[in-house]
């Protein structure tokens, strides 16, 4: 069974950075197309972040996040991951690792366009 596995979360201050992991158990992520990472805080629908396409070349990332989150990926070792900076505490949300398993629309932030998720891991940002 194909499973994503994030990692890197936990309590930090404003302004602190906070790296996020994500691995996958079964499969490599050149299998996968598009990656993401989504977010959802208590109380709130989940919503995207960041995405990065295929060989990395291409990111794309939601307005509020810009020049603070970047985001990788290394097919090789299948490993992505969202470097946090200047964390803010509407940052504070559980974070998720997604791929897509078809090949989707251009830079699609669509929760539905990937067909892959982890559990998800806890970010507190404490003010």
């Known amino acids: 069974q194909v499973q994503l596995v994030e990692s890197g979360g936990g309590l930090v201050q404003v302004g602190d950075s906070r790296r996020l992991t994500c691995t996958a158990n079964?499969?490599?992520?050149?299998?996968?197309?598009?990656m993401a990472w989504f977010r959802q805080a208590p109380g709130k629908d989940r919503e995207f972040v960041a995405a990065?396409?295929?060989?990395?070349?291409?990111?794309w990332f939601q307005d509020s996040v810009k020049g603070r989150f970047i985001i990788s990926r290394d097919n090789r070792k299948s490993i992505m991951g969202l470097e946090m900076n200047n964390l803010q505490p509407d940052d504070t949300a559980v974070y998720y690792c997604?791929?897509?398993?078809?090949?989707?629309?251009?830079?699609?932030?669509?929760?539905?366009?990937?067909?892959?998720w982890g559990q998800g891991t806890q970010v507190t940002v404490s003010s």
């Open positions: 997604a791929a897509a398993t078809s090949l989707g629309p251009y830079e699609t932030t669509r929760a539905a366009d990937f067909g892959a």
């Open positions: 990065i396409g295929f060989t990395g070349g291409t990111t």
């Open positions: 079964g499969r490599t992520f050149d299998t996968y197309y598009d």
